[in-house]
């Protein structure tokens, strides 16, 4: 069984009633919702929060256990993606899985890439903050991300360049945090629920308090196993 399967066959323990069950291929790298014959991952995401209203650029095939968004096209986001919440995942007991394929979502100078009040799994994706941008927002339930990188993320007024956990769990395995800074938690800064395991933190900076690469006001929730952290640098206190 593939990781990818394993993944979303946990993942269905949580929430065994579904809704709405379909795999969306992406492939465009524009950022558009417009009728051209191409799925952007704005057009995958608008029929999830929908609740499968049509989009004939996003067909879908049928899944047995989730949603799946599939990228086969590096993306270029103009503004954030805004996962469905409360209106669709929450109450419909839906989740989703976005399967990056070794591609790259930069996000749009000063915003997350992916804002998300809703259960998530990332596998196989680059995020690149593009110097100016930022990585996920996790504001509820849980995000899982596995065999993924997030880069060269930049906050100045908030911590947590890389991913900002105000709320929910995050939980990274296999993955790299790198070259991203923040006043606080130059990649991760966790008021939540945090869990990483055999991740690696590579020059990553808080510019002007704590955490080089983790930032946590409370150890408690926060679990580090087999991680590694190197060249991660604070203005204060703990470089990793």
């Known amino acids: 069984m593939t990781r990818v399967a394993l993944t979303l066959a946990a993942l269905s323990l949580f929430f065994p009633e579904r809704v709405l069950a379909g795999t969306y291929t992406v492939t465009t790298s524009v950022d558009v919702t417009e009728m051209d014959g191409h799925c952007s991952l704005r057009e995958a995401v608008g029929v999830l929060r929908s609740r499968g209203a049509t989009n004939y650029d996003c067909v879908s095939s049928t899944s047995d256990i989730t949603d799946i968004i599939i990228l086969e096209s590096d993306v270029v986001l103009s503004t954030p993606i805004v996962l469905p919440g409360s209106g669709y995942g929450v109450s419909g007991g839906d989740y989703l899985a976005i399967v990056g394929n070794g591609h790259r979502l930069t996000s749009a100078p000063g915003e997350f890439a992916i804002d998300s009040p809703f259960p998530l799994s990332i596998e ?20 899982t991300m596995t065999s993924s990188t997030i880069t060269n993320c930049l906050s100045t007024t908030t911590d947590g360049a890389a991913v900002l956990v105000s709320g929910g769990t995050f939980n990274a395995y296999n993955s790299v945090f790198s070259q991203s800074r923040a006043p606080n938690g130059g990649a991760i800064a966790a008021n939540s629920t945090l869990t990483l395991g055999n991740c690696a933190f ?29 060249r991660n640098q604070a203005s204060h206190d703990g470089g990793a």
């Open 124 to 143: 196989g994706l680059i995020i690149d903050g593009g110097g100016l941008g930022r990585g996920i927002h996790v504001r509820a339930w849980f995000t």
């Open 202 to 230: 590579d020059d990553n900076r808080a510019t002007a308090g704590d955490g080089g690469a983790v930032y946590s006001p409370s150890p408690v929730g926060v679990t580090i196993d087999l991680t590694t952290f190197d």
